[in-house]
């Protein structure tokens, strides 16, 4: 008698077991197959997390634009997972002329930053073509308010917001600038809200032959502080779209929270 309520128990547990497996396993696939449909947008330049280690910051879209970390390199918890620091004579080189799918007809830049509070420029982008040494982007927080900029090969102004918002030091912000040539519609938004806009004409230079890269504009107006989750898409976001990047629903970043939470009630029953 004792024996069969042992094997009882045994089995039981054991049919808890496969159950508790197999709704983990259905979920980490369902996890993988959403992560992956969102990441193939085609519209997507680049996602960099900067979750992992060495000087190789791997692009999480399907163009394969990884980075590379000139100077030194640390990292440090972030909004989501690790997030890169950045100082002056260290920045990440995208390889301009490698560059594959950067924007023409529109763009949105999205990142979460903490910086340092520098009185001179900080550029989060950075590219020059071979048409003319000037800057294509400046991208750059300001004390008195971002700047949010392109010109194009033939020297002419695309789009420019400046001065934008003033983007507060020493804290997690989010930043997100778009651009739409068929609109004309150029706008910034701080923590997924519209704080400007402007009209601008005509699509973007991508000829970014001589570089590309975050941190630096000839080796000035050096970015300083922490950043997380940078995208660049070859299109203007919705403000819906630019929400779930900053929350980090676009990468289905919110399962991994339920698997846990779920695993914890599975756990407890
Ligand atoms: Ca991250």
């Given amino acids: 008698m004792k024996e069969r309520k042992m094997f009882y128990k045994f089995t039981h547990l ?8 197999f709704v983990v396993v259905a979920m980490v696939i369902a996890f993988a197959v959403s992560t992956q449909a969102d990441l ?5 330049s680049v996602y960099y997390s900067f979750d992992e280690d060495g000087d190789t910051v791997k692009d999480g879209s399907i ?52 910086h340092s509070g520098s009185p001179n420029p900080q550029t ?7 048409d003319h040494a000037s800057g294509l982007y ?10 949010w ?11 420019n917001i400046n001065p934008g918002p003033v983007i507060d030091a020493e804290k997690w912000v989010h930043f997100t600038g778009t651009y739409d040539s068929g609109s ?18 005509g699509e973007l230079s991508d000829n970014w032959d001589v570089t590309a890269g975050i941190g630096h504009h000839k080796n000035g107006r050096w970015y300083d502080g922490l950043m997380d989750e940078f995208y660049i898409f070859g299109r203007a976001l919705s403000e819906d779209e630019i929400k779930e990047v900053m929350d980090g ?4 970043v919110e399962p991994a929270d339920k698997l846990a939470t779920t695993w914890g009630s599975i756990k407890s029953r």
């Fill in 14 to 21: 054991h049919i808890g077991k496969l159950q508790v497996v």
């Fill in 149 to 159: 900029f392109h010109r194009n090969g033939a020297n002419a102004e695309v789009f």
């Fill in 124 to 130: 989060l982008l950075d590219a020059i073509g071979t």
């Fill in 249 to 252: 629903e676009f990468l289905s």
């Fill in 184 to 201: 004309g519609d150029v706008k910034t938004y701080i923590d997924g809200k519209m704080t400007h806009e402007a009209k601008g004409n």
């Fill in 63 to 114: 163009n394969g634009n990884d980075g590379k970390i000139e100077g030194k390199v640390v990292r440090e918890d972030g909004v989501f997972d690790k997030a890169i620091v950045l100082e002056p004579q260290t920045w990440i080189d995208m390889h301009g002329p490698d560059f594959k799918n950067g924007p023409v007809d529109g763009i949105t830049l999205a990142v979460w930053i903490n």
């Fill in 138 to 147: 400046h991208a750059e927080i300001r004390p008195g308010g971002f700047r």
């Fill in 40 to 44: 193939s947008d085609p519209t997507l």
